[in-house]
């Protein structure tokens, strides 16, 4: 692991506490807004979270955008993707076109999109290239931002997917992401990915932080057909039952994908310039977990989202401890339930700001103490 990483893993680990103090007052002013204790429930929790992030009780999430990590997968050489890869590079550049999932959501919604190629093995067209992640508009959506690495991974089935140092590459492009949404003051964002075979490599990734079996974190992915789902059974087994859950860095350079590393270097970057962030789905949360095992204190600034369908989102899940917001059936990927959770965020910050208080309502609130005695709130 290079220094520079180090010193921000450990400055996470110095001041990524939560600011007690304003949580203490957001949970107070909750328990005085003209409603009985806990009728908003998770809302008050995300209100009190938010909180503890910014400092300040009451909050904004309006100035929104998803960071997209686009690469391809050495590993479907094996048969193990119901897709070409060149998926990869048409939905790449959809993403600026507004043709996909989360791009028309996010168009809808006025979001912006920090779509970041670090990894597609196909060539894109140069004038679609943007070579800084920011300028003084920080004109997302327009262009796809050039980080790549390499033509995708090697074949992780054959060979290391990377070198330790294009990991940790990875994980720069990341923290590069997120210091340029910072510079632009955007107030939440949320990540996604884009690269065909990247269940097989999250599949991976997550088996051997958690040591959970195969059979529990592989789903079909875009729509696998039994052949394929055997092999990919076969591959998560055999590559990694003999890493080291503690050895991130060596588990994302053995199995990980170029994609996963930037949105584990974007989860830590959450953390370190101290902004709110979405998980999306399965990739993004198992790239949540690898970042909170670097950085254990990252896990204060994230927020979920959607359910995903893949069996082994759950597992990575509840090995970080957040809760879903909700379960639509969905499992697109591209970050395509972060718009939703960026609604859901902006409906706790919108009670906790405008709702007025027993005493500003002028409402007697003496009749929620019979109700407080029997443990009815």
């Known amino acids: 692991m290079n220094k520079q990483l180090m010193e921000i893993l450990d400055e996470i680990d110095r001041l990524g506490d939560l600011d007690p103090k304003a949580m203490k007052e957001a949970s107070l002013r909750q328990e005085i807004l003209a409603k009985p204790t806990g009728a908003l429930g998770l809302l008050e929790d995300i209100s009190i979270q938010l909180a503890g992030i ?29 897709a070409p890869q060149s998926v990869t590079l ?48 920080l004109e997302l ?90 092999k990919k059974l076969a591959i998560v087994t055999d590559m990694t039952k003999d890493l080291d859950k503690e050895d991130v860095i060596g588990i994302l350079t053995k199995v990980g994908g170029f994609d996963i590393c930037a949105m584990v270097g974007a989860f830590l970057g959450a953390a370190y310039y101290k902004i709110p962030v979405v998980i999306d789905g399965y990739i993004s949360a198992v790239s949540a977990l690898a970042a909170c095992k670097l950085a254990p204190k990252a896990i204060n600034y994230m927020f979920g989202s959607h359910q995903s369908k893949e069996p082994g989102y759950l597992i990575a899940i509840e090995a970080l401890g957040i809760k879903p917001f909700f379960n639509l059936g969905m499992r697109l990927g591209e970050g395509s339930g972060c718009p939703i959770s960026f609604k859901i965020i902006e409906t706790a910050c919108a009670t906790m700001n405008g709702m007025a208080t027993f005493d500003e309502g002028a409402i007697n609130a003496d009749y929620l103490e019979e109700g407080k005695k029997g443990n009815f709130f």
């Open 90 to 137: 048409a939905q790449t550049i959809n993403f600026t076109r507004h043709f996909t999932g989360v791009s028309a959501m996010a168009k809808y919604f006025d979001m912006d999109l920090l779509v970041v190629d670090t990894g597609v093995k196909m060539p894109i067209p140069a004038h679609l290239y943007s070579a800084e992640m920011a300028n003084n508009s």
């Open 141 to 230: 959506s327009k262009k796809i931002v050039n980080r790549r690495i390499a033509n995708g991974t090697k074949n992780l089935a054959r060979e290391n997917a990377m070198t330790e140092s294009e990991a940790i590459q990875g994980i720069t492009i990341g923290l590069e992401a997120v210091a340029a949404l910072k510079k632009c003051k955007y107030e939440i964002f949320g990540v996604g990915e884009m690269g065909i075979g990247n269940t097989t490599t999250s599949a991976c990734v997550l088996s051997a932080l958690t040591g959970a079996k195969a059979e529990d974190v592989v789903g079909r992915g875009g729509g696998l057909n039994d052949e394929g789902l055997a």
């Open 54 to 82: 910014t400092g300040k009780v009451k909050n904004s999430v309006k100035k929104q955008a998803i960071t997209i990590m686009c690469a391809d997968n050495g590993v479907v050489d094996e048969g193990i993707a119901s």
